[in-house]
């Protein structure tokens, strides 16, 4: 499998203070890769210094087998990317906006654009003064798809989008990687990382905490156990033998108990943790 991305030991400072230290991983042509991590924990700066909007201190960052300081031009006329911040000039129309994308790029999109347009509901008359967060955001969506790059990078996409529209979203990113393109997802909602991606790196305080399969990253033998005694309820997370459990519970009067699986943030939980 071709790797699409390759960051090696990654590093970035600001002044004296930590932007990013040290942060190394890899993303296979195909894949919709989840880039999690709270707020602060570097996920902006990784991308930027990868898409060559900054300057990074250390290390090696190769798109498509391509050196970004070396290749940069080449490397982002295939790349479509979305910030978190979607910033347009605000007089702007909608139509006249993403025509302008599509020309800086020397593209005609205009096919693909309008069938983004009519599956995001994109009113494309309005100007984006008059447009709220989440239809900004729909027109960030449009901008950074509809040259159907060989690879996608969104930076919390879905803030401001309705559900549907976050549904609409993710299915249109399925479809463009079942054509062979490649998504890294920068987001900190966990049920999209659960949902949509097959693998995923974890960064926090600037670096990485590890990168693996989102179904290991979510295996855990914990149990949330709720239990109701003496009229309180209680509930916390037990992570040791389940017959130990029981008998535990035994010594107690207990009115009720419930035992399931732990929520997906309790299950990340203890990445963020120091």
């Known amino acids: ?5 390759e960051i090696h030991n990654l590093t970035k400072y600001y002044g004296k203070h930590r932007g990013v230290s040290d942060v190394s991983f890899q993303v296979e042509e195909g894949d919709i890769f989840g880039f999690l ?4 924990a570097g996920k902006s700066t990784t991308i930027r210094s990868m898409l060559g909007l900054i300057q990074f201190h250390k290390g090696s960052i190769y798109i498509f087998g391509k050196d970004i300081k070396k290749e940069k031009k080449e490397i982002l006329s295939d790349v479509g ?32 654009a309008q069938k983004l ?30 040259h159907k790059p060989k690879l996608f990078v969104f930076d919390e996409p879905t803030s401001g989008l309705d559900p549907l529209m976050q549904t609409e979203f993710f299915r249109l990113i399925q479809e463009y990687v079942a054509q062979g393109a ?16 097959r693998n995923a790196a974890i960064m926090k305080e600037g670096r990485v ?12 033998s914990a149990k949330r156990v709720q239990i109701v005694r003496e009229g309180r309820q209680e509930s916390y997370i037990y992570k040791g033998d389940l017959r130990d459990l029981m008998k535990e519970l035994s010594e107690y009067d207990i009115q009720d108990v419930l035992i399931e699986e732990p929520s997906l943030d309790e299950m990340f939980l203890h990445f963020y943790q120091k």
């Open 1 to 5: 499998m071709n790797k699409i991305i």
């Open 37 to 40: 991590g709270p707020n602060g």
């Open 81 to 112: 990317y979305m910030p978190s911040e979607t910033m347009f000039y605000s007089v702007m129309k909608v139509k006249d906006l993403i025509k302008m994308a599509a020309d800086v790029r020397k593209e005609d999109c205009r096919a693909e």
């Open 117 to 146: 347009c009519e599956r995001l509901q994109v009113d494309v008359n309005k100007k984006v003064c008059d447009l709220s967060l989440g239809n900004r955001k729909k027109v960030g969506i449009v901008c950074a798809m509809q």
């Open 182 to 197: 490649t998504c890294l997802l920068s987001t900190h909602v966990l049920s999209e990382i659960k949902r949509y991606c």
């Open 209 to 220: 905490q590890c990168v693996d399969t989102v179904t290991n990253l979510t295996k855990t």
